[in-house]
């Protein structure tokens, strides 16, 4: 058996070893680029593509620039988003825009972008590419496509009068899940995974994708500011269409559905006024509500590795397993 947390700090360190060497000038910009990934993160994503390659035989030569790749991607959302929410903190530190100003925030998110692509078609071209190269980058292109879909729809929604939780599925699938699904792919199409597993591959990485942003909800509203290092209550200050949030206006009497219409996309209200509104939410059972969605998802994931069967490397297909339970326990 590969002991989980062994193997995540291995990704970890891999991944943090190769990106902190990338240099550049001007020094302002690549400083600020890197700041929040200094800051640390569980490499999840990367984790997820090594985990899902090494289940259908790929090299880990071949992983490392496209692990890489979309960590480098996943930093350059965080940096965007941080600036379209003008939070103040990320990971426990100043944002990126916070410390630099936005235009510089801007750039630094631009060229992460940048060389999440171009690290990882670098590869394939001085390996002088192949069929199997060239799936991936083209997949990791397509997330990219799809996450940008994703925020827009993040952000119409805060204006929306009315949002469905299909609609609210839809958007975060395009804005967390495709990124997930991506890196499950990446890897398993660099081992050479047949049509038929890449297609329950992806599935389980666009189910754990959907339950990650479930409990990334939860946090968003009942999370320790210590734990997630981003402000407490700040779905209800940013007026985000959270499943929460969507299905407690659903089942609120008139006076409940008002406190929570009070806070919502308010940012100047006293912390006793968010956490009444959290209170309301809760009394509502729409956590609980919330938490059995992401575990509904989570077992599809499962389902998708069980249908894989012994066309995967089982130590690592157990991994993938463990790593769908590890979201719907995260605290952070």
């Not at 590869?123 to 990791?140: D, G, I, P, T």
């Not at 990334?216 to 999370?223: P, S």
Request: glycine share 6%; hydrophobic share 40%.
């Amino acid at each position: 058996m590969v002991d989980l947390n062994e193997f995540m700090a291995r990704v970890a360190s891999l991944v943090n070893d190769s990106a902190l060497q990338i240099e550049g000038k001007p020094d302002e910009l690549y400083e600020a680029s890197f700041h929040i990934f200094k800051a640390g993160g569980k490499r999840l994503r990367p984790a997820l593509l090594y985990a899902s390659g090494l289940a259908f035989g790929a090299e880990e030569e071949a992983l490392l620039p496209f692990a890489v790749g979309v960590e480098l991607f996943h930093n350059f959302t965080l940096v965007h988003d941080d600036i379209m929410d003008n939070d103040d903190y990320r990971r426990g530190v100043p944002t990126v825009h916070k410390l630099y100003g936005v235009p510089m925030a801007i750039l630094s998110g631009d060229l992460l972008f940048s060389l999440s692509l171009h690290i990882p078609l670098s590869y394939c071209s001085e390996k002088k590419s192949n069929y199997r190269c060239v799936e991936a980058s083209r997949k990791l292109a397509w997330a990219s496509v799809t996450v940008a879909e994703g925020q827009a729809l993040d952000m119409m929604f805060e204006k929306a009068e009315s949002v469905t939780e299909e609609q609210y599925m839809e958007m975060i699938y395009k804005k967390t899940a495709a990124l997930l699904e991506a890196s499950v792919y990446i890897g398993a199409v660099l081992g050479g995974a047949e049509k038929r597993e890449l297609e329950l591959i992806s599935n389980y990485g666009r189910s754990i994708g959907l339950a990650f942003q479930i409990i990334d909800d939860i946090l968003g509203i009942y999370g320790k500011e210590e734990e997630t290092g981003k402000p407490v209550y700040s779905d209800l200050r940013e007026g985000k269409k959270t499943l929460l949030i969507l299905k407690a206006l659903q089942i609120a009497e008139e006076e409940k559905r008002k406190t929570i219409e009070s806070v919502l996309g308010r940012k100047d209200l006293e912390r006793e006024k968010y956490s009444e509104a959290a209170r309301v939410i809760e009394e509502l059972g729409v956590p609980a509500y919330a938490r059995s969605k992401a575990e509904y998802f989570v077992s599809k994931a499962i389902e998708s590795l069980d249908h894989i069967g012994e066309k995967g490397r089982q130590e690592y297909i157990s991994l993938l397993k463990e790593i769908a339970y590890l979201v719907v326990k995260r605290r952070k």
